[in-house]
Antibody, heavy 120, light 106 residues
Framework: QLQLQESRPGPVKPSETLSLTCTVS??????????WGWIRQPPGKGLEWIGS???????YYNPSLKSRVTISVDTSKSQFSLKLISVTAADAAVYYC????????????WGQGTTVTVSS | DIQMTQSPSSLSASVGDRVTITCRAS??????LNWYQQKPGKAPKLLIY???SLQSGVPSRFSGSGSGTDFSLTISSLQPEDFATYFC????????FGGGTKVEIK
């Protein structure tokens, strides 16, 4: 059974870089039926798609975050990563990684989420 | 960007009630519409994909309909475990979520 697990970062200070990793187990990141992506949810608010990638190298980012986000993949470790630069208090949220179906785009497997706090 | 508007933002209902949540896209998205359920402290759970296809393992009391810009999620007979927040999501052009509908106990 496919499982996704986000890393647990320590607190991030304003203007610093947030780095998260999602480890995929029970399946292959290189499966051409799927995208992989990151979604976040600020406390008490709705869901915001951050970005997604296809294992062959295509990446898509939310236009509102595109200048600050990079998603990369390490297929040898079955991991993909999120890097968000110049964080502010507005980036504090629960961050989820998820599997997305290629074509239809529905997100059928999610990690449990990891809480990111931004504090000086 | 495609905007997704859900209504209502919250509702109160009783066990056994029929509940309908609507989602409107700012432009046509064909049937690229998915529905999720989220309980406090948990990740979202996929209920419906491609507007009307029931995800494996999801009870048949959940159903989805619509195409173009107007969509709905219906729970035919609300159960205690259905009290949660529901989100729609378009996947026609990248991905956007609706603001959510919180279903509370009456």
């Amino acid at each position: 059974q496919l499982q996704l697990q986000e890393s647990r970062p320590g607190p991030v200070k304003p203007s610093e870089t947030l780095s998260l990793t999602c480890t995929v187990s029970g399946g292959s990141i290189s499966n051409n039926s799927y995208y992989w992506g990151w979604i976040r949810q600020p406390p008490g608010k709705g869901l915001e798609w951050i970005g997604s990638f296809y294992y062959r190298g295509t990446s898509y980012y939310n236009p509102s975050l595109k200048s600050r986000v990079t998603i990369s993949v390490d297929t040898s470790k079955s991991q993909f990563s999120l890097k968000l630069i110049s964080v502010t208090a507005a980036d504090a949220a629960v961050y989820y990684c998820a599997r997305l179906w290629y074509g239809s785009g529905h997100m059928d497997v999610w990690g449990q989420g990891t809480t990111v706090t931004v504090s000086s | 960007d495609i905007q997704m508007t859900q209504s209502p933002s919250s509702l109160s209902a009783s066990v056994g009630d029929r509940v309908t949540i609507t989602c409107r896209a700012s432009q046509t998205i064909s049937s690229y519409l998915n529905w999720y359920q989220q309980k406090p402290g948990k990740a979202p759970k996929l209920l419906i994909y491609a507007a009307s296809s029931l995800q494996s393992g999801v009870p048949s009391r959940f159903s989805g309909s619509g195409s173009g810009t107007d969509f709905s999620l219906t729970i035919s007979s609300l159960q205690p475990e259905d009290f949660a927040t529901y989100f729609c999501q378009q996947s026609y052009t990248t991905f956007t979520f609706g603001g959510g509908t919180k279903v509370e106990i009456k």
